[in-house]
């Protein structure tokens, strides 16, 4: 289906419309007005682009005071934009190999925190036993904040079961937490705080809740230094200038929809009936039907959803997204649908 203009709660098809339940502005600040104007007075002083290295004799305040802003939303010592989630990820991973002697990855860890090299942190259900041993050496463990077909956060309790011997850093990828879970939105890594972890590390994409292309790393101040001091840092063109500042100049609206989100979820809860085959969690702007033909089902009700197929998958994955623009009628349209299902399947 091709479209012609951002697809918000209403989106226009062959000239007809539908509801939109679909992408991942959980915020919705893409089609915000408020949130534009923003945008376009710092284009206006930015510029469109900016294309130098971040290290060059230049250094522009946008980013100053756009990653402290990130870094105190984040609860973190320190943050660094860079211009994609999937750089922010791989540049991370690619710090961290020198000073790493495994790396292990919980399932269904996403591509932008994966190394070709690193183990399971479960195997047959049961944490890998390398983890248990007593041999001292540093570890990096990787893992999505939310991992796909899940709507909760990830169950970081195993860690506590690592051996004392090993020295664990913590590499979480925040992208479809971020502005969604925690505080205000803060994410999930301000929380994370087992005893025998001794660095934390976040990632994400800023393309999706913050509504700006663009991706975050978050972490203490020393680990941030050795990222700006990477040469794949150093050779990359840092995020656009005016999309960095506009994160601390939007600072109110970020709570203001976030807490439009918190509402519309409260009010699904309070609807959505019970369903073994509808995941949903009342903190979480996502739903999973597992029911058969829902997408077709939906699309005859002119209500569209995110529908498509990882290249690694033989299913197609339907993911309804709640975002903070969604009115009430839009909710009770797909909430009706989905209860007709009660029972069916289980």
Not at 278 to 306: G, H, R
Request: aromatic residues 8%; glycine residues 4%.
């Amino acid at each position: 289906m091709k479209v012609n203009q951002f697809p918000d709660r209403v989106v226009k098809i062959d000239n007809e419309k539908y509801l939109y339940f679909g992408g991942t502005a959980y915020l919705g600040l893409p089609p915000n007005k408020k949130f534009q104007k923003i945008l376009c007075k710092n284009i206006i002083q930015w510029g469109s682009a900016y294309g130098s290295s971040r290290n060059a004799n230049i250094q522009l305040t946008a980013y100053e005071k756009g990653e402290k802003f990130l870094a105190e939303f984040i609860k973190s010592e320190a943050a660094i934009t860079v211009s994609s989630g999937m750089l922010a990820g791989q540049l991370v991973i690619n710090t961290l190999e020198s000073e790493t002697a495994i790396f292990y990855h919980f399932p269904d860890t996403h591509i932008a925190i994966s190394k070709t090299a690193s183990l399971p942190f479960f195997i047959n259900n049961q944490i890998n036993p390398r983890l248990l041993d007593d041999k001292p050496e540093k570890i990096a463990i990787l893992t999505d904040a939310v991992a796909t077909n899940s709507v909760t956060p990830v169950a970081l309790s195993a860690l506590e079961q690592i051996s004392k011997y090993k020295e664990i850093t913590l590499v979480i990828d925040e992208s479809h937490s971020l502005g969604i879970l925690g505080n205000n939105g803060c994410g999930i890594f301000s929380n994370s705080n087992l005893s025998n972890i001794k660095r934390k590390i976040m990632i994400a994409s800023l393309g999706k809740a913050m509504g700006l292309s663009g991706g975050v790393i978050a972490s203490d101040i020393d680990f941030i230094k050795k990222i700006k001091q990477n040469n794949i840092f150093t050779a990359s063109a840092g995020m656009n200038p005016a999309f960095v500042k506009t994160f601390a100049d939007a600072e109110l609206l970020y709570l203001k929809q976030h807490q439009k989100l918190q509402e519309n979820l409260k009010y699904i809860d309070s609807k959505l009936l019970p369903n073994n085959n509808i995941l949903f969690d009342k903190n979480y702007p996502v739903i999973y039907p597992k029911i058969d033909n829902i997408n077709a089902v939906l699309t005859s009700n002119k209500i569209i959803i995110t529908n498509f197929k990882y290249t690694s998958e033989e299913d197609y994955l339907n993911r309804i997204i709640i975002t903070a623009n969604h009115k009430k009628k839009d909710l009770d349209k797909i909430i009706k649908i989905l209860n007709q299902y009660q029972n069916k399947d289980e």
